[in-house]
């Protein structure tokens, strides 16, 4: 599985951003998908996860309530709809697929994308 990750850039705080994940490969739909961001100077960590079938998310308390996973089998795509971002949302974010639906954790996750940068102003 190939994944690309796009769909950042700089935003106001307050602001919003859809991140999108364009996987290729092996049969998509059956890998579960998650997000994660890397800040400056901080270790990867966990935002949201998708089920293979979309029924199932998980979110991080840090965005939970402000941001949505969703998925689309048939373009081969996840996406993070972010709302009301604030400095502590700039940062690198992946997307990765996985085998185990709702992983929170880097080693769980197979296939990773190469980032899309995420950059909040006040």
């Known amino acids: 599985v190939q994944l690309q990750a796009s769909g950042g850039g700089l935003v106001q705080a307050g602001g919003s951003l859809r991140l999108s994940c364009a996987a290729s490969?092996?049969?998509?739909?059956?890998?579960?998908m998650g997000w994660f961001r890397q800040a400056p100077g901080k270790e990867r960590e966990f935002v949201a996860a998708?089920?293979?079938?979309?029924?199932?998310?998980r979110y991080a308390d840090s965005v939970k309530g402000r941001s949505t996973v969703s998925g689309d089998n048939v373009k081969n795509a996840v996406y993070l709809q972010m709302n009301s971002l604030n400095s502590e949302d700039t940062a690198v974010y992946y997307c990765?697929?996985?085998?185990?639906?709702?992983?929170?954790?880097?080693?769980?996750?197979?296939?990773w994308g190469q980032g899309t940068l995420v950059t909040v102003s006040s």
């Open positions: 990765a697929a996985g085998r185990i639906t709702g992983a929170r954790r880097d080693p769980e996750y197979a296939y």
């Open positions: 490969g092996r049969t998509f739909s059956s890998y579960a």
């Open positions: 998708i089920g293979w079938s979309g029924s199932y998310t």
